[in-house]
């Protein structure tokens, strides 16, 4: 008996009288508490089997799971796996037994308010439903598709009490699709309004296949549908056979029962579903993440940037292909050292498709995500999905086709093209650059589970189109940066190894008294010039000589000291490499200045013409580094970054204009500005025409005026191709020298070559081309006979048809070619074998007798024939001679020229010759 308690007018009451009177008036309670009392109280009424249904008691609950709802943690739970995953409790039937029917209402509801798996919280939902309307079985559709096109999935079906959720759960495949209107769960779903069928078979809804197939009689179902809270269907729930009745029939109670739990529920699944998309939107932010860090990682190519945007994209969309096209102008435009388009683009001015072309395109599909196909002009000339692109690059807006077949704006009819690809439905958007101008479009076709693109899918597409334009213009800004870069790397390597005149050097030059070149005997007017027995210095004073027969420092007020200078430094930035080196240059301008006065070609140039071509030649290999440009693009040297074509050449010329710009180097500085234009115009011209690359097309050109007896190259395109031509007979012309001097040459441009050749094998692992291999040495004449018949007798027979006094040079290259070809015909096994030919006398056709061979030619050369700068020898007592050159400076003579070739060493001068 409990303590008696007293009222107010002090008369004891009986607790068990109160707990009688409460019991037979449950609701009584219920109505004081609402009246009078505190939050405190509630608070501290703790009941064993349930908890109040108090909305301030509960209010805490629903918190934590709002709060659980956005932390990290619980994201983690549910993207990480089943490692940090809670146990899935399930209550018993053991669990209830105790509660009273309110009590076991509100335990089942608490049992899925929490839960945000939706696979989970919906075998909950049937197994919950089966304790409280104890039905044998039932399976929950959830409500899936657009608007117009609605249906229902259902990967829990007949799932009973006793269901363990991963033996019932079926994948997306394998889930049972309904459309709304069909079946009883379609009709309960369209209608919005529960179905009770006593008995199932007399029901032509029912579909009695099923109870075929698995053996199980159906006999009463109750369907019912789960609505929001603003009355939309967002799934069905159907009950089967009653478990306690003989007629398995569910009553009007169990009808409330149902109905009043399935609020519950659609509060649940609201909540799961928003948690689930929630979850989605987390994943898909992670992979645009994902996307941006690759999209800014990648700069290097333009190819491996898109293919993996595409990828990307189709991970997320699922869709079948995609593609991106690019625009012509946009791919054409130059970009300037900011990474900024120049400003004459037509890029964002279109108004009509035919002012659209794309240039570049790019299709990759998932069943072979690792070829990204690169699309010729001709496909995209011939693909449809481009000019449908050509409007959304005008129109700059998103176009969602759901159905190729039913839009009349492309033709109702889908898109094949010559792979037999049909394009069904697509989703196309544009691609800005940084200043909102289109440069192209993206496009995503065919979503592999054949419905068509949502909403959802274009703002994703938006989203990719966005890190396409910034991954494009970052490529731009990279390749900008790398451009300067490169030009940074190469000068401060330049600069490195380079370094201006030598005091010394420079002062012996100022001072020297040069005199004309017919006062001393070097035969700097002769097509037989050799330097052999010229020392560097004389190299420099026969230089100087050379601009003076111009005229340049009379004639153009060129200061003495510059002129001097510039040619130390000329010469001193040349690398000591094996062929391509001062010595050739100075070669070259030496042929240039004899075609000049003995090839009576001067009558076609104006002298600053003349100036200008003497400087090209001279710096026309400046830095070379004794490999070509096939080499320089191998080991993708800062050069070939810097430079897309004719490597070496713009190299050679920024450098001839690096030196021209250091201080007290400019030649050209008294000049006005109109010629200094004319000066650097034909610098470059000339230099950058000694890529042999070139050559061929300008040789057809030249062979072309020749053939038709021009003779005007006094101006205009006619006078380039003539001076372009003449870069290349003086950059070429040792093959037209005496024998010992060619065959001396051609030993010293096969030794650099072979040099190339041992580091491409020994460096870069591969085989080099025949004449750069040092195993196929043996081959020398062969290949020599080659580069004449290909290079070097077709330019000089058309020099000799423009002018009679060429002649001499063409001659020279037939007499060569026959040495060559007598020695590929004894054959050249050892260097050896070509001395002992020489020294018997068997090669009767050579131009002039070579001195006498000793034991090897390097391997190739007469070792007295070596230059001092190779190998050191003692000169011959010809070489000995000298010819005054002033009171203070002595010039070596060079070997005495042959009587029959006189007529080329005087100073034609005299003759008539455009001498301004």
């Known amino acids: 008996m409990a303590d008696k308690a007293k009222q107010p007018h002090g008369k004891e009451i009986d607790p068990d009288v109160v707990e009688t009177f409460l019991e037979t008036n449950p609701t009584y309670i219920e109505k004081w508490l609402k009246l009078h009392a505190t939050d405190a109280l509630i608070t501290k009424i703790k009941p064993v089997t349930s908890k109040p249904i108090h909305s301030k008691i509960e209010a805490p609950k629903f918190m934590n799971v709002a709060k659980n709802v956005v932390t990290n943690k619980l994201l983690k739970t549910y993207l990480e796996g089943s490692e940090t995953k809670k146990e899935i409790k399930v209550m018993e039937t053991s669990d209830l037994k105790n509660m009273r029917e309110e009590e076991v209402f509100m335990q089942l509801v608490r049992d899925i308010a929490s839960e945000l798996n939706v696979d989970v919280l919906c075998h909950k939902i049937l197994r919950n439903v089966s304790l409280l309307t104890k039905s044998d079985r039932g399976s929950l559709f959830l409500s899936r598709g657009t608007t117009d096109n609605k249906f229902l999935v259902s990967k829990l079906f007949d799932v009973t009490k006793f269901s363990v959720l991963e033996d019932c759960l079926h994948d997306e495949e394998k889930a049972i699709k309904v459309p709304y209107g069909r079946g009883i769960a379609g009709h309960v779903a369209q209608s919005k309004q529960f179905i009770n069928i006593p008995e199932a078979y007399d029901d032509p809804r029912f579909n009695q296949d099923v109870d075929k197939k698995t053996g199980y009689r159906t006999h009463s179902i109750l369907c019912m549908p789960i609505l929001t809270a603003d009355g939309d269907v967002i799934g069905v729930a159907q009950i089967i056979n009653k478990r306690d009745s003989d007629d398995h029939a569910f009553s009007t109670e169990d009808i409330k029962i149902f109905e009043k739990y399935l609020i519950f529920c659609g509060i649940g699944i609201t909540n799961a579903q928003l948690f689930e998309m929630s979850v989605k939107e987390y994943q898909r932010n992670q992979l645009l993440l994902t996307l941006a860090r690759g999209v800014f990682e990648e700069q290097h190519s333009l190819e491996r940037l898109c293919q993996k945007i595409m990828t990307e994209a189709q991970s997320i969309v699922n869709c079948e292909r995609c593609s991106i096209y690019l625009l012509k102008d946009f791919c054409e435009a130059k970009i300037d050292d900011n990474g900024e388009t120049s400003k004459d683009t037509k890029l964002g001015t279109y108004t009509t498709p035919n002012e659209v072309v794309f240039s570049k395109a790019f299709d990759l599909f998932y069943t072979d995500p690792g070829n990204l196909m690169i699309l010729s002009k001709a496909d995209i000339d011939k693909s449809k999905n481009a000019d449908l692109g050509k409007g959304v690059a005008i129109n700059k807006k998103l176009v969602n086709v759901i159905d190729l077949e039913m839009d009349s704006r492309y033709g109702k009819a889908y898109f094949v093209d010559e792979s037999g690809f049909k394009t069904k439905s697509l989703v196309c958007m544009p691609i800005v650059?940084?200043?909102?101008?289109?440069?192209?479009?993206?496009?995503?076709?065919?979503?592999?589970?054949?419905?068509?693109?949502?909403?959802?899918?274009?703002?994703?597409?938006?989203?990719?189109?966005?890190?396409?334009?910034?991954?494009?213009?970052?490529?731009?800004?990279?390749?900008?940066?790398?451009?300067?870069?490169?030009?940074?790397?190469?000068?401060?390597?330049?600069?490195?190894?380079?370094?201006?005149?030598?005091?010394?050097?420079?002062?012996?030059?100022?001072?020297?008294?040069?005199?004309?070149?017919?006062?001393?005997?070097?035969?700097?007017?002769?097509?037989?010039?050799?330097?052999?027995?010229?020392?560097?210095?004389?190299?420099?004073?026969?230089?100087?000589?050379?601009?003076?027969?111009?005229?340049?420092?009379?004639?153009?007020?060129?200061?003495?000291?510059?002129?001097?200078?510039?040619?130390?430094?000329?010469?001193?930035?040349?690398?000591?490499?094996?062929?391509?080196?001062?010595?050739?240059?100075?070669?070259?301008?030496?042929?240039?200045?004899?075609?000049?006065?003995?090839?009576?070609?001067?009558?076609?140039?104006?002298?600053?013409?003349?100036?200008?071509?003497?400087?090209?030649?001279?710096?026309?290999?400046?830095?070379?580094?004794?490999?070509n440009n096939t080499f320089q693009v191998k080991v993708d040297s800062p050069l070939a970054a810097l430079y897309s074509t004719s490597v070496m050449e713009h190299h050679h010329f920024d450098h001839c204009i690096m030196i021209l710009n250091s201080e007290g180097n400019n030649i050209f500085d008294s000049l006005s500005a109109e010629n200094y234009r004319l000066v650097i115009k034909t610098l470059e011209h000339a230099i950058i025409s000694t890529d042999l690359a070139l050559y061929f097309g300008k040789r057809g050109n030249f062979k072309a005026l020749i053939e038709k007896g021009e003779k005007n190259f006094h101006t205009g395109p006619n006078k380039e191709i003539l001076k372009a031509m003449m870069m290349t007979a003086c950059d070429v012309a040792a093959i037209c020298k005496p024998w010992e001097i060619q065959f001396r040459t051609a030993d010293l441009v096969s030794a650099e070559f072979f040099e190339q050749g041992d580091v491409e094998k020994e460096e870069l692992g591969e085989m080099p081309i025949a004449m750069m291999d040092r195993d196929k040495k043996s081959e020398l004449p062969k290949m020599q006979i080659g580069f004449i018949d290909a290079i070097c007798t077709p330019v000089y027979d058309l020099f000799s048809q423009l002018s009679p006094k060429m002649k001499h040079l063409y001659n020279g290259v037939i007499d060569n070619r026959a040495n060559w070809n007598r020695l590929a015909e004894i054959g050249m096994d050892r260097v050896d074998d070509l001395s002992d030919e020489i020294n018997e006398g068997k090669m009767g056709n050579l131009r002039s007798t070579p001195q006498k061979v000793t034991s090897k030619l390097s391997e190739g050369l007469p070792s007295q024939n070596l230059p001092p700068r190779l190998k050191p020898a003692a000169p011959s007592k010809k070489a000995n001679q000298t010819a005054t050159v002033s009171h203070t400076t002595k010039v070596k003579g060079a070997q005495q020229q042959s009587n029959n070739n006189a007529q080329t060493n005087h100073n034609p001068k005299s003759k008539s010759c455009n001498i301004i």
């Open 433 to 627: 650059d940084n200043k909102c101008r289109v440069i192209g479009v993206t496009q995503l076709i065919n979503k592999r589970n054949q419905q068509s693109f949502s909403e959802n899918d274009e703002n994703i597409m938006e989203a990719f189109s966005i890190f396409t334009g910034l991954g494009i213009h970052n490529c731009q800004m990279y390749e900008s940066v790398s451009r300067l870069m490169a030009k940074q790397r190469v000068a401060l390597e330049v600069l490195s190894y380079h370094a201006m005149a030598p005091a010394e050097e420079l002062k012996m030059l100022t001072n020297a008294e040069i005199k004309g070149p017919e006062c001393y005997d070097v035969g700097l007017y002769s097509f037989d010039f050799d330097d052999y027995f010229m020392s560097d210095d004389e190299t420099l004073f026969a230089t100087i000589c050379m601009f003076n027969e111009i005229g340049v420092v009379e004639k153009f007020n060129v200061n003495y000291e510059v002129l001097c200078r510039w040619t130390c430094s000329v010469k001193k930035n040349y690398r000591n490499v094996t062929y391509h080196n001062w010595r050739h240059a100075f070669n070259v301008a030496q042929t240039m200045f004899t075609i000049f006065f003995s090839g009576g070609l001067c009558e076609y140039l104006q002298d600053l013409e003349m100036f200008a071509l003497i400087a090209a030649c001279l710096c026309h290999d400046l830095d070379h580094r004794g490999t």
